[in-house]
């Protein structure tokens, strides 16, 4: 697929080309609709060194998972995508970026049932990390979705708890599940996560010191009784102005990873 010019792949849409990692990596995707960002950003970066075998739940355009491989060289992904013009769309950026060869796409509901799952080759209890950004509506990241775009940004709560049973199916024994979400969900994710995972690790993340959080990471490990714990928060901005602090500006120009 050219991404120079609008297919019948991603339905007419105009695409524009952004630069993630200080340039080490090039992804398109639909100039309206959702788009990927910070939040993909700070979600690939999330992910252990430890791992090798990745599962990306809702991939989107892939961004989450290029950045975790170029990360991680020795990093191999599968991204599942339920929208099929944006599986097609992930899969030209793995090839764009040179690591086609590491990463597959699926074009697959995640909430289908097991069975579905396992038919279109997704392995139980195989992947050392699964990753989701999982759909919600953000006002600053744009103007509401059209009809067709909709699932991609709304999810009900049911839906959501969903989303961590899988993610907890094909999670390997001692493998790691990752979600980044709005604050507001941290009432949801809690005991999603700690029904099906140990050690439960909450990072909630402040645009600016004294500001109520905006996002969170969460993340529970497959088997793990380490207890609940409710880290301390990280502020992404400087007080004044755009610019980032030390350690997140180093994360979104490509130069250190999210430890945590």
Do not use: C, Y
């Not at 950003?41 to 990306?56: F, K, Y």
């Not at 170029?70 to 599986?87: G, N, R």
């Amino acid at each position: 697929m050219s991404l120079d010019d609008a297919t019948d792949v991603v339905k007419q849409q105009k695409l524009t080309r952004d630069a993630f990692l200080g340039g080490r990596l090039t992804v398109s995707q639909p100039e309206k609709g959702f788009r990927a960002g910070l939040d993909s950003v700070l979600l690939g970066a999330a992910v252990s060194e430890r791992s090798r075998r990745l599962l990306d739940l809702g991939a989107g355009a892939g961004t989450a998972s290029l950045v975790a491989m170029a990360h991680l060289p020795e990093l191999s992904a599968t991204l599942v995508e339920a929208d099929p013009a944006m599986a097609a769309l992930a899969a030209s950026n793995l090839g764009a970026n040179g690591m086609a060869e590491r990463g597959r796409v699926l074009a697959l509901d995640v909430t289908e049932p097991g069975r579905v799952r396992a038919a279109a080759g997704l392995a139980s209890d195989h992947f050392s990390s699964v990753i989701a950004n999982p759909p919600f509506f953000d006002p600053g990241r744009g103007s509401a979705p059209s009809a067709a775009r909709s699932n991609a940004r709304h999810m009900d709560d049911d839906a959501l708890d969903r989303w961590v049973k899988a993610a907890a199916t094909h999670a390997a024994p001692d493998g790691e599940v990752i979600f980044i979400h709005v604050a507001e969900a941290l009432p949801l994710l809690v005991p999603a996560f700690t029904q099906r995972f140990g050690a439960v690790t909450v990072l909630p993340l402040l645009p600016r010191e004294g500001e109520p959080a905006s996002r969170i990471l969460v993340r529970g490990t497959k088997g793990s009784r380490a207890p609940f714990r409710l880290l301390a928060a990280r502020v992404l901005h400087e007080p004044e102005g755009r610019a980032f602090r030390p350690e997140f500006d180093a994360v979104f120009r490509g130069q250190g990873r999210l430890i945590w």
